[in-house]
């Protein structure tokens, strides 16, 4: 395959960051370019994982960028979020974009994402799937509360740009877990010796989509609330 020099990645690479949204954009309809065997191979390994963990078991996917649609979808009632997988499968990356908490989404497109590129750029593109990607964020139910979610991903990308054209991994709900709205981005490398699986930390980046948690620790923020609600200083 020859490289293809009107893609719309070689004119925007070096000039800015390539957010989440924009990558979504330019690699609309590339599905030329997935190596199919491959994307078959993780489909069985769900179906297997799915079927020996049923109860227990995260939500595993196969999202094709391309065509802003999942293309595998197991175990999705764990979530709990209210929703059908059949909303998910008809609504694809566009549902899940609805569903995506606004401040989390930002957070997730302008940097997570951002970070993501970087770092597979640096690494040769038939190394890519040799490392796992973990972040949280939250997702709107459908009672309208928020699931705090935790996602595990992997990449098929592009052997033209080296960019995402494929994402598979998992979605757990940690709500139980997970009670502030820290952004934890974590980038592993998968390694395999004597047959057993080893992650080897990268890197690990926190963010936060919510600045004034910056600011102040937990217990500050509590106090704060309870100077509001009128508690004296005796009381606190």
């Known amino acids: 395959m020859g490289v293809d020099l009107d893609y719309k990645y070689m004119h925007v690479k070096d000039k800015e960051p390539l957010s989440y949204l924009k990558h979504l954009e330019n690699v609309h309809f590339r599905e030329r370019e997935i190596d199919m065997d491959k994307v078959n191979g993780i489909m069985n390994s769900i179906d297997a994982l799915s079927r020996a963990f049923f109860f227990s078991a995260p939500s595993f996917y196969i999202l094709d ?3 802003r649609e999942y293309i595998k979808l197991s175990n999705y009632g764990s979530l709990s979020l209210g929703y059908s997988s059949r909303e998910f499968i008809d609504g694809g990356l566009d549902f899940i974009l609805d569903i995506y908490q606004k401040d989390d989404f930002a957070c997730m497109n302008h940097n997570i994402f951002t ?8 690494k040769p593109q038939e190394e890519h799937d040799k490392y796992l990607f973990t972040h949280n964020y939250r997702w709107k139910k459908r009672d309208g509360t928020f ?84 508690l004296s200083s005796k009381q606190l």
């Open 115 to 122: 970070r993501v590129v970087e770092f597979l750029k640096s």
């Open 65 to 67: 960028y391309t065509r």
């Open 147 to 230: 699931a705090s979610i935790l996602q595990k991903r992997s990449f098929i990308t592009s052997p033209v740009t080296g960019l995402p054209l494929i994402s598979f991994g998992s979605c757990q709900d940690v709500s139980a877990i997970k009670h502030d709205h820290k952004m934890v981005h974590v980038i592993d490398k998968i390694a395999r010796p004597d047959n057993e699986v080893i992650l080897q930390n990268i890197t690990t980046d926190f963010f936060f989509p919510n600045p004034e948690e910056t600011l102040l620790t937990k217990r500050e923020r509590e106090i704060l609330y309870w100077m509001a609600e009128g």
